[in-house]
């Protein structure tokens, strides 16, 4: 049986020997047409994806054009509803100033008539000995420094215009006098001082001013 092996294998090996070895399969060869229309295919999809990128970014552009504008129009609006709520704080602010003033103007003229010197009835009805009447104007003028503070808090400053040339949006001539040693049309005096509030004329001043001739003054 050994033998028998040997043999038949002795026999496939001849017959392998004899067959011709195995040929290489031939490699395709590359075809130019298909290459051109794989080319073009290709190209194709790079045009799609490009038309699809710029219709999305047209459509972002836009996004974001629309938000800028509704971010400006917020703006605007919140500026515009700042800008009236703040009119509408100093229209309903100016009149309690305004009242703050004429009663400072008040106390003022109080202050300045119990300095001046007084004769038969008037001095007769306030006549009061001299500690109870040095107290009573102290207490005018801490009212008077405190009225200022008010106003200072509120930014409103009085205008000191006297020796000033005169400025027709700060003040209003009601008398001129002839007074040789100011300029002509110079502030010589304030009959009513004025206030600034931010800037801006709270109270015209009505001041006399300086001119040559005759003094002249508003008729009663």
Known sequence: MKQALLNQFST?????GDSP????EPKPTTDLWSL????????????????L??????QFRGVFDTLRASQATVQ??????????RDQARAAVRPL?????????RLLAALNFSGTPRSGWVDRLLRRNAMGGEAWREGLRLTLRR????????????????????????????ATSADTAAPDGTVIE????????DDQVLRTAEVIVSKSGPRTGDSP
């Open 190 to 197: 304030e009959v009513r001082a004025g206030f600034l509030w």
């Open 21 to 24: 070895a195995p040929t290489e």
């Open 12 to 16: 496939w090996l001849d017959a392998a």
């Open 147 to 174: 009225l200022d503070q008010v106003l200072l808090d509120r930014r409103v400053v009085a205008l000191r215009l006297e020796g000033q040339p005169l400025d027709p949006r700060h003040a209003r001539v009601v």
């Open 53 to 58: 990128v710029k219709e999305a970014l047209d």
């Open 97 to 105: 100033l305004l009242d703050v003033i004429d009663l400072r103007d």
């Open 76 to 85: 605007q609006e919140l500026e515009r509803a700042r800008t009236e709520a």
């Open 36 to 51: 051109l229309v794989e080319m073009a295919g290709l190209r194709s999809e790079v045009r799609t994806e490009s038309r």
